[in-house]
């Protein structure tokens, strides 16, 4: 097993780069209307995490929640991995219709932002990744452990709600919104956010024909499966950009934390992933799990995915870094 991440040294902690402003890439006015809303969004279900050990001692969990919460972490998750990041944000794959809409509304149901903004934003990260423009980089604030922790809680999600500005689609998502099926997604984002908490409700009422059940697959399989999908996903934004193992060349920070690769899906390989953003495939070394690229692999077989950019042996032997 791969030993624990280690900080990186003073040597390699760089302060972040700076870069003259770009007018056509400057990113939009968010309004206050739209900082309060993530605000909520991102400390409800906080506040759900917090009441789950009182609520699970011994009569607030059954089998049916633990079944119907890992279902739509899966679902929910795969449509953030496989879709919204390797799909349409990078395009490592093609997907047929069917699937490219499904991927669509399988991420919107992990309720971090519409499709085309989950897209822009993340877009917007490669280009100036822990550089200025950079919307959540852990070292925005400088080197030192009070600058570090204070940049790892805005990478991790105070960015979300404290930035003033926001990502122009225009600029960095002009593909997505030429697509009608996907601006269609985006605009049914909030139903689609009362489907992801509603169904799970609805399916453990069924199951166990009582509203209890249903209140309690709700908070286990609705809120506390969005809290803990949601910081996964923050993880790989802050720690990812930590901590870890540098296998690649790359010219910012991203790293590989081993730990976290099973409930991120695969995208904990996050240093490979910056060194060649295209690949399908992020965990390329040995032993390292990527369910994301067999979930694509699988796909690939059944003719839903095709033009899968698989790695490239010439290409990462060229990125290795030399030991």
Avoid at 20 to 27: F, L, S
Avoid at 59 to 69: E, K
Avoid at 81 to 100: E, K, Q, Y
Wanted: with cysteine; charged share 20%; aromatic share 12%.
């Amino acid at each position: 097993m791969t030993a624990a991440p280690e900080l990186p040294t003073t040597e390699s902690r760089r302060p972040i780069r700076k870069r003259e402003p770009i007018p056509e890439y400057e990113p939009e006015p968010r309004g206050k209307v739209e900082r309060y809303t993530v605000f909520a969004f991102v400390f409800v279900p906080l506040l759900a995490v917090a009441a789950a050990v009182p609520l699970a001692w011994g009569w607030g969990l059954s089998w049916t929640d633990i079944v119907i919460a890992t279902v739509f972490y899966v679902i929910s998750g795969l449509g953030i991995t496989v879709g919204f990041h390797r799909h349409f944000t990078h395009g490592s794959f093609r997907a047929n219709r069917p699937l490219r809409i499904a991927l669509a509304v399988a991420g919107s149901l992990a309720i971090e932002g519409s499709v085309i903004k989950w897209v822009a934003d993340h877009r917007r990260h490669h280009k100036y990744s822990d550089a200025e423009g950079d919307p959540h980089s852990p070292w925005r604030f400088g080197d030192d452990w009070k600058s570090v922790a204070k940049g790892l809680y805005y990478a991790h999600m105070a960015w979300m709600y404290l930035d003033e500005k926001k990502t122009s689609p225009r600029r960095f998502a002009p593909d997505l919104l030429r697509d009608k099926d996907v601006v269609l997604v985006d605009k049914l984002f909030v139903p689609l956010v009362f489907v992801s908490l509603g169904a799970p409700a609805l399916i453990g009422g069924l199951v166990t024909m009582s509203w209890w059940g249903a209140f309690t697959a709700f908070f286990w399989a609705g809120l506390v499966r969005v809290a803990l999908l949601h910081h996964v996903t923050w993880s790989v934004n802050s720690i990812c950009h930590t901590v870890g193992e540098e296998n690649f060349e790359v010219r910012d920070r991203s790293r590989n934390v081993w730990w976290l690769a099973i409930p991120s899906l695969g995208e904990s390989w996050h240093n490979l992933h910056h060194a060649d953003p295209t690949c399908a495939r992020h965990g390329v070394l040995k032993g390292q799990i990527d369910i994301s690229a067999r979930v694509i692999w699988i796909f690939e077989k059944l003719g839903w995915a095709t033009k899968v950019r698989w790695p490239n042996t010439e290409r990462l032997a060229a990125k290795r870094v030399k030991v």
